[in-house]
């Protein structure tokens, strides 16, 4: 089982049938698809959520509806209420970076859930009251209230980066040896002199420079070979204009 299946997004009350869209693609975006909604209102624009889900039509269409937000975390450990406002124990308010190993903590084996209010008036104290935890995203301080979908995004990937599932792509190429990189660099010396690029104690110069640019990162065998493959091809190009020039001096 995968730990971000334990995670549960609630909205209470939301607005916007367009957040509650952006809302899906952000948990979708974190690996999170349990969504319910608390008491849906009649006004709310589907069509917008629809369209705003993008790639995440299914989380929208296994939504779960509740009549209260108590039903909603019923079956939750962890109930951690999002707030943008200071006051009614907001002062002891998490971030969602010191948040999230406390959820997966919990989330190994229990269902957790991250409850965020309406657009226009947050969550009411008493909903606050059934919470567990406090989390109030960082900001600026100018402006402390965030765009609902937004502050499900924050929340969501401070989970999923620290529920560790991400695999970044790894480099596939073979790392140059040491043999092909001293065919490089021996080309590139070979080059800087025909060319006339420097000569003398600024060539050795230019290749303690040069072998320093080059094994800063990690050099592979197709890097090595473009390089190889410039150097030769400089060479060349040089060769044929000598060649010209030969010829319009005889
Ligand atoms: N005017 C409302 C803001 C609601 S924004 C108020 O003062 O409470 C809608 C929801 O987004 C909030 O209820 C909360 O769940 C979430 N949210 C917005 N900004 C946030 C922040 N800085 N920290 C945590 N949650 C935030």
């Avoid at 002062?91 to 859930?113: G, H, M, N, V, W």
């Avoid at 640019?213 to 065998?221: A, E, N, P, S």
Wanted: net charge negative.
């Amino acid at each position: 089982m995968n730990i971000l299946d334990n995670i549960r997004v609630v909205l209470v009350e939301p607005i916007f049938g367009g957040n509650i869209g952006s809302v899906c693609r952000a948990i979708n975006n974190n690996g999170i698809s349990d969504l319910a909604i608390v008491n849906p209102r009649p006004t709310i624009d589907w069509e917008d959520a629809r369209r705003l889900t993008c790639n995440a039509k299914a989380q929208l269409e296994a939504r779960k509806e509740f009549q209260t937000l108590e039903e909603a975390v019923a079956d939750c450990t962890v109930v951690a209420g999002t707030s943008a406002r200071t006051g009614f124990y907001r002062d002891t308010a998490y971030s969602p970076r010191e948040f999230a190993p406390i959820a997966l903590e919990s989330a190994a084996d229990r269902k957790i859930a991250l409850v965020f209010g309406r657009e226009d008036k947050g969550l009411f104290n008493e909903e606050l009251a059934l919470c567990t935890h406090i989390i109030q995203i960082p900001s600026s301080g100018l402006y402390t209230s965030l765009n609902l979908a937004q502050a499900v995004m924050v929340c969501c990937y401070e989970m999923f980066v620290a529920a560790d599932v991400f695999e970044p792509a790894e480099e596939k190429a073979e790392e140059a040896s040491s043999e092909l990189r001293e065919r490089m660099f021996a080309l590139w010396r070979e080059m800087m002199i025909k060319t006339e690029f420097t000569h003398g104690q600024k060539l050795d110069h230019m290749m303690m420079g040069l072998r320093r640019i080059f094994t800063r990162g990690k050099l592979t065998v197709p890097d090595a070979k473009i390089l190889m493959g410039l150097a030769k091809q400089s060479l060349w190009v040089k060769q044929q204009w000598d060649k010209a020039e030969r010829k319009n001096n005889d």
